[in-house]
């Protein structure tokens, strides 16, 4: 009796007399979507779904749902979820004020001296008259002004082709360095392992130093360099070629720094024409096909010389431009503004002139009044008014507010 009583309790436990069979809703809320779905899956469960804004709810996260938890869950029963679209997108457009279609600053250096900006006699960590030439402790400040004042940087490369990829409520900022200065790039010597020793107080450094400092601020910036490189004959291939591998752009300044309104087409291409041949075979395919214009010359695109620039051949060998920049003196356009011209950049002087004449203090006030900012992400195109929008722009979403 005893052992028939033994087997039918067996037998109740494995029919599920005892309700372990029995499915109960599990709370969601939080839950990815992709989990709800595995989910309702499993459980043959009819899904639906709704999307509403929710403040802070994060995206793609549910809400809530229409099944209790703990209840008993029936095959084929309906579990509506309601699922977030984060915060509303027009709310943070209106509290940042995003405007893609605002100014961007290139930022246009050359020397970076190992100085105070005590130690000169000129304007605030001006090592010359015109400024071309900045104090260490000055180039740091640019960095620090630049970080606080909500910028990041983006590389030039990026902001030709309108890929401008910086947080919601950011600016973009682009920096470029003229001539190969070795003030720019110092090697020391290498270490054991046969790695560059770089001067922690060339313009490298300095922005290596802040590329620890401020992760966020997605340090990089463009050479643009001469025959002498960085004028470091023993290190110019190394240099180059760390560069690139570190996040920095290298682009074109002509064999000789010539002023291209004094040479004729022939020349113009010899110039060119070096420059890329050398670029190719210390770093190919690697360098952007970018010329900053010596002087700033020529000064119109109508220049005789311009074309060849742009496009052209010397001793066999064939070049294309994609892009040149000027001496600067202001902010260029959004790349998706009407008026952006990509052949022809505008770039804003690095140096301190008391807030006159576009310095660095003139430029940034300037731009509070039409600064171009993010709306994090660089799919979309976010603007308030659309009269100044490049209408063949046609590979991203545009989305007026």
Known sequence: MKKIFVIAVILFLLCGCNNNNVT????????????????????????????????????????????????????????TVVISLGQDRTVL??????????????????????????????????????????????????????????YQMIRLSDYMNGIIDVELGKSPIILTFDDGNINNMNVLGLNDKGELNIDSNCAVGILESFKKKYPDFSVTATFFLNSNLFGQSKYNDKILKWL????????????????????????????????????????????????????????????????????????????????????????????????????????VRAWDNNGKDFDIAYIFEKLEKNRYISDGQSDTIVIVDDTNMNINIKDKKIIKY
């Open 24 to 79: 109960k809703m599990i709370d969601v809320t939080d839950k990815s979507l992709n989990f709800v779905t595995d989910y309702a899956k499993t459980n043959d469960l009819v899904l639906k779904t709704e999307h509403i804004y929710h403040d802070k709810v994060e995206i793609d996260k549910i809400i809530s749902q229409s099944i209790v938890e703990n209840a008993i869950l029936n095959k084929g029963d309906v579990l």
């Open 93 to 150: 457009y209106q509290k940042y004020k995003v405007n893609e279609l605002g100014n961007i600053p290139i930022m246009m250096y050359h020397n970076i001296v190992d100085k105070l900006s005590s130690e000169t006699k000129y304007t605030g960590g001006n090592v010359d008259a015109s400024g071309y030439s900045r104090t260490v402790e000055a180039f740091k400040d640019d960095l620090e002004f630049y970080y606080k004042s909500g």
């Open 244 to 347: 690139v591998e570190n996040n920095y752009d290298i682009g074109n300044h002509t064999k000789n720094h010539v002023d291209f309104t004094k040479i004729d087409v022939i020349k113009t291409q010899t110039e060119v024409a070096y420059m890329y041949k050398l670029l190719d075979d210390i770093i190919p395919n690697k360098y952007i096909h970018v010329i900053a214009l010596p002087f700033g010359s020529p000064y119109k695109k109508t220049h005789e010389n311009f074309s060849y620039i742009i496009e052209g051949e010397s001793e066999g060998y064939k070049y294309q431009t994609e892009s040149t920049l000027r001496v600067g003196w202001d902010a260029d356009y959004s790349p998706f503004h009407k008026n952006f011209d990509k052949s022809f950049i505008k770039r």
